[in-house]
């Protein structure tokens, strides 16, 4: 499967923003799908993953209560929203994609935990 990132940008601490994700390539439904975010000098983290059907959810501590995930399998795309964003939360943005047919609903959180990756979407958190 082929995964692609978009929207991100330049926001004022405190406000939102929605990162996009559009896939290709294989069967949408059988993958779960989730956000890891890398910034500047530190290594790539787990933000939130979403089961095949939606029906499971997943967040890091860092931004339970400000992000949430969620999907449309009849557009093939995953979201991230992003509200009450802080200047931490400056990173590139990347989704991930692991088929779970068969498996668990939702992988785990290391990075090595999902097989598909797209290329990034820069979010920048001014304070």
């Known amino acids: 499967v082929q995964l692609q990132a978009s929207g991100g940008g330049l926001v004022q601490a405190g406000g939102s923003l929605r990162v996009s994700c559009a896939a290709s390539?294989?069967?949408?439904?059988?993958?779960?799908l989730a956000w890891f975010r890398q910034a500047p000098g530190k290594e790539r983290e787990f933000v939130a993953s979403?089961?095949?059907?939606?029906?499971?959810?997943r967040n890091a501590d860092s931004v339970k209560g400000r992000f949430t995930i969620s999907r449309d399998n009849a557009k093939n795309m995953v979201y991230l929203q992003m509200n009450n964003l802080k200047p931490e939360d400056t990173a590139v943005y990347y989704c991930?994609?692991?088929?779970?047919?068969?498996?668990?609903?939702?992988?785990?959180?290391?990075?090595?935990?999902?097989?598909?990756w797209g290329q990034g979407t820069l979010v920048t958190v001014s304070s």
């Open positions: 979403v089961s095949r059907f939606g029906s499971s959810t």
């Open positions: 390539g294989r069967t949408f439904s059988n993958y779960a």
């Open positions: 991930a994609a692991k088929n779970t047919m068969g498996r668990p609903s939702i992988p785990g959180t290391k990075v090595t935990d999902f097989d598909y």
